[in-house]
């Protein structure tokens, strides 16, 4: 791959980029309960609360309200595509804007979360009692995997080339990526081209939005991180 430009937005003119627009799930009961909640486990499906964050974010990227985000300059584009990872909690948070923009969900397995191994539906301090050397090394390196679990790496890696493969089919248009934390910050740390201890510098709400620009020459820039507005009631 050719190296990417430093200079985001100046040079010729190479037409729309392609937008992903990446919505996090809304909260499940493992969420609340602050449980490794990965691509293994229970599955957990959302709570009453986080259907309705999921509603309100569909509802707003259906809505006016979008011609104003990210920017007034820059609106957000009409939506082509609906992608979610195959876990039941986003195939809920998809279905629900899939609904709102009369579009069909398609599944991308490579953005899904990170599998956590045996710490799967564990709390931290479960984990800690259980495997406190493990926990240690984990939580200072994105190189390393929880038993029978995958790195943040690992995630990394296969986040990239789902990315690669997507800006591909949709090349100048608007894509809904309904994720999870693990690969929203893999997307993020893929534009920005940021170190790998990255990940564990960033956090991100139920039901967030965040927003990542791919050009033809494979340039991108970040338009939003986090953005949580649309939750207000």
């Given amino acids: 791959m050719a190296e990417r430009s430093r200079l985001v937005g100046w040079g010729p003119d190479l037409g729309p980029p392609t937008t992903f627009v990446l919505l996090r799930h809304g909260v499940t009961a493992l969420t609340a309960e602050k449980r490794f909640s990965g691509s293994g486990g229970s599955d957990p499906a959302l709570t009453d609360e ?120 949709y090349r100048g248009r608007t894509v809904v990526v309904a994720s999870h934390v693990t690969p929203i910050k893999s997307f993020v740390r893929d534009v920005l081209e940021a170190p790998a201890m990255a990940v564990f510098r960033m956090e991100l709400a139920p039901a967030s939005l965040t927003v990542v620009q791919w050009y033809a020459d494979d340039n991108g820039s970040l338009r939003v991180f986090n953005h949580t507005a649309h939750l207000a009631s």
Avoid: K, N
Avoid at 82 to 110: F, H, K, M, N, Y
Avoid at 140 to 155: L, N
């Fill in 50 to 169: 986080g259907l309705a964050q999921v509603t309100r974010a569909a509802a707003f990227l259906a809505s006016s309200e979008r011609l104003t985000f990210p920017a007034r300059h820059a609106p957000l584009a009409e939506i082509h595509a609906v992608v979610a990872s195959p876990l039941q909690r986003t195939r809920q948070t998809a279905d629900a804007v899939a609904q709102q923009l009369g579009l069909e969900v398609e599944i991308e397995s490579d953005v899904r979360e990170c599998g956590f191994g045996v710490w799967d539906g564990l709390t931290y301090d479960e984990v800690d009692a259980g495997w406190p050397d493990e926990l240690r090394t984990w939580m200072g390196s994105p190189s390393s995997a929880p038993p029978e679990g995958e790195s943040f790496d690992d995630v990394h890696d296969r986040v990239v080339a789902a990315r690669a493969s997507l800006t591909e089919r």
